[in-house]
């Protein structure tokens, strides 16, 4: 006898479930404040320790009520090596990246991506309201002739994250209703290109697109993506690190390839060259001109837009290891599981963080949470279209 999944059903294992995605979303809503323009009004240790405080609950209370296996060990040893990184670096990405996904495991994978779906809509459009209407700034940055606009975010890079994640969910939770979704990804695309100005995210919402588009085609190439994913995101990632030491600074190649890339072959080669590789990371300033530093221009601009180089370089060997390590393995897990177009999307948003730094921020990145969930729970009792 089965048990229809229609509201709620007050269940020990929907309680739990209910309790820790309540706390989910209260870091979110937290990180989504951290990164807007309230900020400046509302005390930033609050935020991050209410961050902390919530991502720490949802951990807990899957380690006592969930399933404890494999993927318990891997969350619980990467949050050590982020309690380390916090000790040494005092930098709270890697402890908050293992929590959010240890915490939300066995959570099923619809109801996650909807959650983070509702609420980054909600928050976005609230601030843009707010900054539209005066209320909290709408920061514009000029390049290249144009204005791109932050919307109440305290940069444009995070608006334009915050879109290309939205499109991410949407793909993910509607691949079937072809027309509508691609209707929806379009116009974020649009919107990111128009405002934000972000090449990157825009490209990558393109990349979705044609996804969803050849996704028949791509189911029947599986074999061969579960073989050649796993292994691209792995060398992919190592090769977008340590591009600058195989291509000479200054030849022509590396000026036409720091264009394409807005300058961050030169900061790259900054961090390569100037910093080395330590166990539990190192305390790294930066500065991406965002908020009203970036409008006063009090610090030179130093920014690490590569997530995994960020990872390497800033949470240490032990961290980047980790990352590396899951996000391979889940690409594999999903598409050797028929999943193929999920497992796709997923790479998509690795490659992403390759060009952006928004890929380790939990408040941005709102696929965290599924990178150790286990397949089945793609599936529903609503038979959701999440299978292609």
């Not at 843009?128 to 002739?145: A, D, E």
């Amino acid at each position: 006898m089965t048990e229809k999944s229609i509201g709620f059903n007050f269940n020990e294992t929907n309680l739990i479930d209910n309790t820790i995605l309540f706390f989910y979303s209260l870091s979110l809503i937290s990180g989504t404040i951290q990164l807007s323009m309230f900020t400046y009004y509302i005390s930033g240790s609050l935020l991050v320790f209410t961050r902390l405080a919530m991502c720490g609950c949802a951990f807990i209370l899957s380690l006592i009520f969930k399933r404890f296996n494999l993927k318990s060990i891997v969350g619980i040893s990467f949050s050590i090596v982020g309690i380390i990184v916090f000790l040494k670096t005092r930098n709270l990405d890697y402890l908050l990246f293992a929590m959010t996904l240890t915490g939300l495991k066995d959570i099923p994978v619809k109801r996650v991506v909807k959650l983070t779906f509702i609420i980054t809509l909600v928050s976005l459009l609230i601030l843009v309201l707010l900054s539209i209407t005066g209320i909290i700034p709408n920061l514009g940055y000029p390049r290249n002739g144009r204005i791109r606009n932050s919307f109440g975010t305290t940069y444009p890079l995070v608006l334009s994250a915050y879109l290309f994640y939205l499109a991410v969910s949407v793909s993910i939770l509607w691949p079937k209703k072809t027309f509508v979704t691609l209707s929806i990804m379009t116009l974020l695309m649009i919107l990111c290109n128009t405002y934000t100005g972000s090449r990157n995210d825009t490209f990558s919402i393109a990349l979705l697109i044609l996804i969803i588009v050849l996704k028949k085609y791509l189911k029947l190439a599986k074999i061969l993506l579960k073989t050649l994913i796993p292994i691209f995101v792995v060398v992919g990632i190592v090769f977008s690190i340590f591009l600058t030491k195989l291509i000479p600074f200054g030849t022509n190649l590396f000026v036409i390839i720091n264009k394409l890339l807005s300058d961050r072959l030169i900061l790259q080669d900054t961090l390569v060259n100037n910093y080395g590789i330590k166990l539990f990371g190192q305390v790294i300033v930066q500065n991406g001109n965002g908020g009203y530093e970036g409008q006063n221009s009090l610090m030179q601009y130093f920014y690490i837009d590569n997530s995994y180089a960020a990872s390497l370089y800033v949470g240490g060997l032990l961290s980047f290891c980790f990352i590396v390590g899951i996000c391979a393995y889940r690409c594999y897990s999903l598409i050797k599981k028929d999943f193929v177009i999920v497992g796709l999307i997923l790479f998509i948003v690795i490659i992403n963080g390759m060009v952006e730094s928004s890929f380790i921020n939990t408040s941005l990145n709102t696929i965290i949470p599924i990178l150790l969930s286990d397949p089945k729970l793609f599936l529903s009792n609503e038979k959701l279209n999440l299978v292609e």
